[in-house]
């Protein structure tokens, strides 16, 4: 087994991506003894980072490449384990001479597979395929869920109603793209028949969403969208009884929890990206058949055909069956 390697992991973006490295950095530093395992990203994403044990230090990617290319050279690593794979991560590569470990991300079957509606892309989560390059280290999955470690400490009294404060299911109603959301309607529908009090989470982007739907659902509703910080929100995903969710970073963040999950999916599709929920014991990815789905890897400001049935037509039923069987 190595030791004593100092080894610095790569990845610049999105939230979702980045914390299914956490398992990889806890790997490495558990596994490898004397280690220093330090991580590279943008300073939009640090916060993932904040206050995990597992890693040594956290480098931010700088306005010019050629600066992070010579704090990378001063830093005099062992090993670049590169889990973005772009271009800049290559000119970092070439440009420190550091030997490194590049992990698999079919670019080109990933293509093909939404053009062609084809499976081209190996069924395997994105954790795995990022573990895949640190194998040569003799680095091996520990099975465990992904980290977050939330910041403060809370208190539901703080952030919560008292009438949300004994038991709650948590829907994330925000996502980038308009085609990875439920319509408010729809998600009007569901809260009405969600038998526990419902907390709305998303950021300010999704505020008004939030308000229509607690002037049509009522009291039972909590929107809690722009009013908590990312931390908060985490938190409060960490007390709930259930959490319903799209393809969205923080929902992907609440698996760091025993909560159980159900992840609705419209225009993406888990398998194409490898991002199921996971290590999550109970959990369940809700998403219909349709010739035309998926129409993107990342989701898309409108239905190209205009219908949107990958949302319309998602079965209330099964959403709130999992909502209420707590």
């Not at 003894?33 to 990203?41: A, D, N, S």
């Not at 300073?43 to 993932?48: N, V």
């Not at 159980?260 to 999916?265: G, L, N, Q, V």
Request: charged share 25%; with cysteine; hydrophobic share 40%.
């Amino acid at each position: 087994m190595k030791k004593g390697l100092k080894i610095l992991v790569i990845r610049f973006s999105s939230m979702g991506d980045i914390i299914y490295t956490t398992p990889v950095v806890r790997c490495l530093k558990e596994q490898l003894p004397g280690g220093e395992v330090h991580f590279l990203t943008k300073a939009a994403f640090k916060y993932i980072y904040d206050g995990n044990p597992y890693v040594d230090e956290v480098l931010l990617l700088k306005d010019k490449l050629s600066d992070t290319i010579d704090e990378i050279k001063a830093g005099q690593y062992d090993y670049i384990i590169d889990l973005h794979n772009n271009l800049r991560t290559a000119i970092i590569k070439l440009r420190t001479g550091i030997k490194s470990s590049t992990f698999p991300k079919y670019t080109v079957r990933k293509w093909l597979s939404l053009k062609l509606r084809l499976k081209l892309v190996p069924a395997t989560h994105l954790v795995d395929r990022y573990m895949q390059a640190v194998a040569f280290l003799g680095v091996k999955n520990d099975e465990k869920p992904i980290d977050y470690f939330i910041k403060k400490e809370y208190q539901l009294a703080d952030l919560l109603p008292a009438s949300h404060q004994k038991g709650y299911v948590v829907f994330i109603i925000g996502a980038t793209h308009f085609t990875k959301r439920m319509p408010n309607a729809k998600i009007s529908n569901i809260c009405g028949q969600i038998e526990l009090p419902v907390v709305l989470l998303g950021g300010n982007d999704v505020k008004a969403n939030g308000e229509e739907i607690n002037l049509t659902v009522g009291d039972k509703i909590y929107n809690a969208c722009g009013k908590t910080t990312l931390d908060e929100s985490v938190y409060l995903l960490s007390k709930a009884t259930r959490v319903i969710g799209f393809d969205t970073g923080l929902t992907h963040i609440a698996e760091a929890f025993k909560v159980p999950i159900a992840s609705i999916w419209g225009s993406t599709v888990p398998e194409l990206l490898g991002v199921q929920p996971y290590q999550v014991k109970d959990a369940e990815v809700i998403g219909i058949e349709l010739a035309c789905r998926p129409c993107s890897k990342f989701g898309l400001d409108k239905c190209p055909l205009g219908h949107f049935k990958c949302m319309n037509d998602i079965p209330e039923n099964v959403v709130v069956s999992f909502a209420n069987n707590a």
